[in-house]
Nanobody
């Protein structure tokens, strides 16, 4: 059974950094797209970053501040978040898919497996 477990969230001041981790189990994930999404209270889940087919993708709101990476030996995906802003406050989820490629990496409906989320709170 595929499982994704996020960690690394916490409370940080604006301008600070955090690194989120997503540990995957149940299969080898090196060939599959991996994505990070976030959801703030009262808002829809939104795309943050993704890796697919050797490429990386970012939402405009995080481009230049966040970096997605993966360690295939550890079956883990990371999200390095720098220069954090209060508007980055949300529950962050990682996700993957049963397909080795998907049409649109920024859309939630293409992802089949989700973690439970890790909370990131940025104070001003």
């Amino acid at each position: 059974q595929v499982q994704l477990v996020e960690s690394g969230g916490g409370l940080v001041q604006a301008g600070g950094s955090l690194r989120l981790s997503c540990a995957a189990s149940g299969r080898t994930f090196s060939s599959y797209p991996m994505g990070w999404f976030r959801q703030a209270p009262g808002k829809e889940r939104e795309f943050v970053a993704a890796m697919s087919g050797g490429n990386t993708y970012y939402a405009d709101s995080v481009k230049g501040r966040f970096t997605i990476s993966r360690d295939n030996a550890k079956n883990t995906v990371y999200l390095q978040m720098n220069s954090l802003k209060p508007e980055d406050t949300a529950l962050y989820y990682c996700a993957t898919t049963i397909r080795t490629s998907i049409a649109v990496v920024s859309t939630t409906r293409y992802y089949d497996y989700w973690g439970q989320g890790t909370q990131v709170t940025v104070s001003s």
